[in-house]
Each structure stands twice: as structure tokens, then as C-alpha cells.
């Protein structure tokens, strides 16, 4: 399937690969999470990255993405598919420079929040 990947302080890059677990964990660098994004893409990050203490690499919301991740689509049945030419050109344009961190950015450090019931 086509992906396209964010590596850290780099561009963005179409790639294919095989849809295998094993694969996908690898292109983030160990266990992933899959944030679904509102436009039927997914962003396919490591879900312990800020905890692992992986690099800083972009924003996503309010939130900082640590490590490298991935873009895929969609499927109807929830299943990953091939990004289509437009969504690969949207989401080039919005990964395309790699972003600058402060020293200290309080959204790149893991939290947890703790309610009482």
C-alpha cells in the first residue's frame, strides 16, 4: 500500500509497503498507534515515542508527534488502504518543512490525567 512517511527534520516521502503488522512497526519504530484523522487518513505513530524519548517531530493538533510516523488511508471497512494522489499532494504540503522545537516543549512530554469518579 502507499504510505507517505515523517521522518524527523526531514520531508516527506511516498513509500510502499506491505500491510503486515510487522511491517507498520516498523516504519514507527516499535508499537503503534493509529490517530484517525477527521478527512479518512490515519497517521500510524509510535505510541510510546514520547516515552522512549524519540525526537521531535511534528505537531498534530495540540499534541507533538515523537519519531517518525506515517500517513495511509482509510478503507470503508476500517482497514488500512493506499493513500490517493490527493491526499498524498494535501498532506506533502502540510508535513513539507520539518519544524523547529523549543527546548522545552511541555505538549512533547508524556502525561497522564487521572479522574475521580
Given at each position: 500500500m502507499k504510505i507517505l512517511k515523517v521522518e524527523p527534520g526531514k520531508a516527506p516521502y511516498e513509500k510502499e509497503i506491505e500491510d503486515t503488522l510487522e511491517?507498520?512497526?516498523?516504519?514507527?519504530?516499535g508499537c503503534f498507534e493509529p490517530v484517525y484523522l477527521s478527512d479518512g487518513?490515519?497517521?500510524?505513530?509510535?505510541?510510546e515515542g514520547k516515552l522512549n524519548g524519540m525526537e521531535l517531530n511534528r505537531r498534530v493538533g495540540?499534541?507533538?508527534?515523537c519519531g517518525p510516523f506515517f500517513l495511509v488511508g482509510e478503507g470503508d471497512d476500517g482497514e488500512f488502504r493506499s493513500l490517493t494522489e490527493d491526499e498524498v499532494?494535501?498532506?506533502?504540503?502540510?508535513?513539507?518543512?520539518?519544524?523547529?522545537?523549543?527546548?522545552?516543549?511541555?505538549?512533547?512530554?508524556?502525561?497522564m490525567e487521572f479522574y475521580s469518579l
Open positions: 511491517n507498520i512497526q516498523s516504519e514507527v519504530g487518513v490515519i497517521l500510524c505513530c509510535n505510541d495540540d499534541d507533538i508527534i499532494k494535501a498532506y506533502t504540503e502540510r508535513f513539507a518543512k520539518p519544524e523547529q522545537f523549543a527546548d522545552y516543549e511541555p505538549d512533547a512530554q508524556p502525561r
